[in-house]
């Protein structure tokens, strides 16, 4: 009997597992976890667990990997990377793709040796197409935890894009959480080989900063702060695109964009896109709508009448800092020239 258990076929244990996922009432991902220990029955229920866990619809496997407490405590993590650990040892010749892995400095300061060994094993172990790493402002005197960590590193494959994000909830700015440990990171960040930047509410160290020198595209979220992104401007001189993502109209001054368009001569595509609260929601309005938003929050637009607000008085004050519209974004790239 046992053998035959062992030896379903592969339709009926997806559709064991499928139920497995489905069938806790309080957290569903208790459900994911039940799939992680069927997957030690022997090889065949792994690889199958393995594919179901991971495929690009459901995704349960990296939620696994990152879903996290308010407390900022990964409970399903230590499971899911030992059952990585146990795929890779069986042999399968298919990579281990992961479309999203958080590393979180806060775990590995807190909990230490399991979690940064969790954490080095994910990204020795797997091809991550998005790591976004989370820094924390209080980390000033942890500098040799995150420094040992650091050493005992291996990134074989560098994630295809890097996303930076600031832990500071008092208070909504451009964080400096990283300044704290600069060059302790700086080194890791250059084994990234990072060309695809996301830069959430914080502002990295200038050690850091040459480490993402040959940073092709970036984008910036909320970030209001234009001697700040010169100057980031200035660090990456290999940039082609890049997106600022607002949300704060109020910052949208003629000093800002004009400030913004002097800088971004050699980049190629420089748009600010206007978003929602949420990470990109794009704005669900009419250019109209969104350009009644612009002119309430910029004062220094001069109208061509006393009539309401045009499509015109709006484009001529974007043309006078270099700017052109498309809808709901502001394009600061050069216009090209007619053949």
């Not at 091809?127 to 209080?138: C, G, Q």
């Not at 609260?277 to 969104?290: F, Q």
Request: hydrophobic content about 40%; some cysteine.
């Amino acid at each position: 009997m046992s053998c035959s258990f062992r030896r379903l076929p592969l339709e009926l244990l997806y559709e064991i597992f499928y139920h497995l996922s489905v069938s806790s009432d309080l957290d569903p991902l208790d459900g994911c976890a039940a799939i992680l220990n069927a997957g030690y029955v022997n090889r065949s229920w792994m690889y199958v667990a393995f594919r179901y866990l991971n495929s690009k619809d459901a995704q349960y496997l990296v939620k696994l990997l990152n879903w996290k407490t308010p407390l900022r405590q990964y409970r399903h993590r230590a499971r899911a990377v030992k059952f990585l650990r146990a795929v890779h040892r069986s042999g399968f010749s298919e990579k281990i793709n992961i479309t999203s892995f958080t590393l979180d400095f806060h775990s590995i300061v807190s909990a230490k040796d399991s979690a940064a060994d969790d954490i080095q094993t994910v990204l020795k172990l797997c091809h991550i197409k998005r790591l976004e790493i989370i820094f924390d402002a209080d980390f000033g005197k942890s500098k040799d935890c995150i420094n040992q960590f650091l050493r005992d590193i291996e990134v074989p494959c560098p994630p295809d894009v890097v996303h930076f994000s600031a832990y500071c909830p008092q208070r909504r700015c451009q964080c400096c959480c990283a300044k704290g440990y600069d060059h302790q990171i700086a080194s890791f960040i250059k084994s990234l080989k990072v060309t695809s930047l996301v830069l959430q509410q914080m502002q990295p160290g200038s050690a850091t900063l040459a480490a993402l020198r040959n940073t092709r595209d970036l984008a910036l979220d909320r970030c209001a702060d234009s001697s700040f992104i010169a100057h980031i401007l200035q660090q990456m001189p290999y940039l082609k695109t890049v997106r600022l993502y607002q949300d704060d109209l109020s910052a949208l001054s003629s000093k800002f964009l004009a400030r913004l368009a002097a800088n971004t001569g050699y980049i190629k595509d420089f748009r600010i896109r206007l978003v929602n609260n949420n990470w990109n929601d794009e704005l669900g309005e009419n250019s109209l709508a969104v350009m009644a938003r612009i002119q309430q929050q910029i004062p220094d637009i001069r109208r061509s009448s006393d009539d309401d607000f045009t499509e015109l008085d709006l484009d001529r004050f974007l043309m006078e800092t270099g700017i052109r519209r498309n809808g709901y974004e502001l394009i600061l790239s050069p216009t090209p020239c007619p053949a």
